[in-house]
Structure formats: C-alpha cells, structure tokens
C-alpha cells in the first residue's frame, strides 16, 4: 500500500542514562539519524530540562525526528516521520537503538496518508506538481 509518508513509534528502555541527559550528545545523535535516513536536514532544536530530561526536533525536508528522555527511568520515546521513497526511517531507529544503548524496544509504524483513503492514484508519483 503506498503512503504519502512512514510514522515509527517508538520506544526505547533501559538506555544509558548519562547519554538520555546529555542535550549535546542527544542532538548529535539525532541529527546523525537523520543523515543515517538519507534525509535533508533543515533545522534543529533541543531543550535540556531540570533537573533533568532532554526533549528536541531535527526538522528535515522530508518531515521530522523528535526525542523525549527520562534519564531517571533509561526511558526515550522518539518518533521518526519520514516523507518520500528515498529516506529510510528504520535507519535512523536501529542507529539511535544503538547509540542510546537500548536493551528493549516497542516500536510501530504506520502508513500516514495512504494513497486510497486520500483518493490518490496508486500509480502517481510521490510529489505531484502543483
């Protein structure tokens, strides 16, 4: 079924905790996700909150990668939205798996804007011209 975009979902536990406080090397890791996707990368913001968490956005041309840490608990959720046929979100989801040192996941994906139920024809290019 083509989709105008892929949504993993996912959960990351018991994560290195000292990484999921670290807002420096959480936006590294985010933003080398995102190169990892073969993504476009547009913007970023990251926020390190007290006494501790870090919650940030890499905004690629293809859409978004965010993050959301609690250190206390080695717990991150994290959602990667992918637009387009070139860019590959479990890419981004098996290097960050690795990166913040997950020993359990619980991740889903869903098809966002399925090509039926907007009415688009199966055989249309991902991007039509306006």
Not at 7 to 20: M, S, T, V
Not at 36 to 43: D, I, K, W
């Amino acid at each position: 079924m083509k989709s105008l975009g892929r949504h993993i979902i996912a959960e990351f536990y018991d994560c290195n905790k000292e990484i999921l406080d670290n807002v420096e090397a959480i936006e590294k890791s985010m933003k080398e996700a995102a190169y990892e996707t073969g993504a476009t990368l547009v913007n970023s913001s990251f926020h390190r909150f007290l006494p501790y968490g870090v919650s940030g956005v890499v905004v690629i041309s293809e859409s978004h990668l965010t993050i959301h840490t609690w250190p206390e608990y080695g717990y991150a959720a994290v959602d990667l939205f992918t637009c387009g046929d070139d860019v590959d979100p479990w890419k981004a989801f098996s290097y960050l798996k690795k990166i913040l040192k997950s020993q359990r996941v619980h991740v889903v994906e869903h098809l966002r804007g399925k090509y039926d139920e907007i009415g688009i024809p199966e055989n249309s290019p991902h991007k039509m011209e306006v």
